[in-house]
């Protein structure tokens, strides 16, 4: 605290005024001092504000840069899987066509087979009966024939 001489009257004026001037004088520097910090207060303020508005509109891409990415893999394994299902069910169609070709050549096969069967019996009978008649004429009596004629 200022002391001050004291005069006829009071202190001494030159003084007082001198110690009020300085007062004054670092009343408005604080002053101006605080307008400053104000001011700095307030473009920080906005300048956060602008950042905190990036940092949202960012989060917002990332968030939706991240749900398009979910999507693109939930789309390419619903593809892939509809892939796999359409050459399987392929596979089983190509698996059962050659099964089917299987059992017809196998069916004509066995049909060939039992028609060679029934070709060999019928050669056989034919070639039996043949030989009956051969046979037969062995045992005709050419004399007595040629007495009836």
């Given amino acids: 605290m200022e002391k001050f001489d004291t005069v006829f009257r009071g202190y001494d004026k030159l003084q007082v005024q001198k110690f009020l001037d300085e007062v004054i004088n670092n009343y408005e520097a604080l002053l101006n001092k605080s307008k400053k910090t104000e001011e700095e207060n307030k473009q920080l303020t906005e300048q956060i504000a602008y950042y905190q508005r990036i940092e949202d509109t960012m ?3 990332i968030y939706t840069a991240e749900a398009a ?6 789309s390419a394994r619903q593809e892939a899987e509809s892939m796999i299902n359409e050459a399987r069910h392929n596979a089983n169609r190509i698996i059962n066509d050659a099964l089917l070709k299987a059992e017809r050549a196998q069916n004509h096969a ?6 060679t069967n029934v070709l060999k019996r019928r050669l056989r009978q034919i070639i039996e009966n043949q030989l009956e008649v051969i046979e037969e004429i062995d045992n005709v009596d050419f004399e007595r024939v040629d007495d009836k004629y």
């Fill in 110 to 115: 066995d049909q060939l087979k039992r028609n």
């Fill in 59 to 61: 989060n917002r891409a």
């Fill in 69 to 74: 990415g979910d999507q693109i893999k939930s």
